[in-house]
């Protein structure tokens, strides 16, 4: 099953608030992806379907720089923050940056959504919704 990068956005323009994301979640799925990597720097993304099929974004936003040092506890803090809708999305991108979060992978066959440092060493692991 191959899915587009347009069917993605129209999926992905539903989301309103952290609570839309479970759906965004199914419906994505429904389209056939199996996982998909959002990188800090930029908002480019990859998604990634069954059979090695990728399709990727183009930058979303001016890049900005990423610190070198993770800081865990306040990257952990800034998670639980945006996830109560503390924070939007924006703001969550400055946190991630701002914590030495360079791109998180989504994994909807596991279930887990990882997040990494400059290195690609694992940071921080968490179970998704969707």
């Known amino acids: 099953m191959s899915f587009t990068y347009r069917q993605i ?9 952290v609570a839309d994301f479970p759906a965004y979640i199914q419906e994505i799925r429904e389209l056939g992806v199996t996982g998909f ?4 720097k930029d908002g480019n993304e990859k998604y990634i ?3 090695g099929y990728e399709v990727y974004s183009h930058a979303k936003y001016p890049p900005v720089d990423i610190a070198e040092e993770v800081d865990l506890p306040t ?5 639980v ?6 924070t939007d999305f924006p703001q969550f991108l400055v946190d ?3 914590t030495g979060v360079h791109y998180w992978h989504v994994d909807l ?3 887990t959504c990882t997040y990494f440092d400059g290195k690609g060493e694992e940071i ?3 179970e998704v919704r969707g």
């Open 124 to 126: 921080l692991e968490e």
């Open 37 to 40: 990597e959002f990188h800090v």
């Open 9 to 17: 956005e129209e999926a992905h323009a539903k989301v309103k608030t």
């Open 109 to 111: 066959q596991k279930g």
């Open 96 to 98: 991630c940056a701002n």
């Open 49 to 51: 379907g069954e059979g």
């Open 75 to 79: 990257f952990a803090k800034a998670l």
């Open 81 to 86: 923050d945006h996830q109560e809708g503390k």
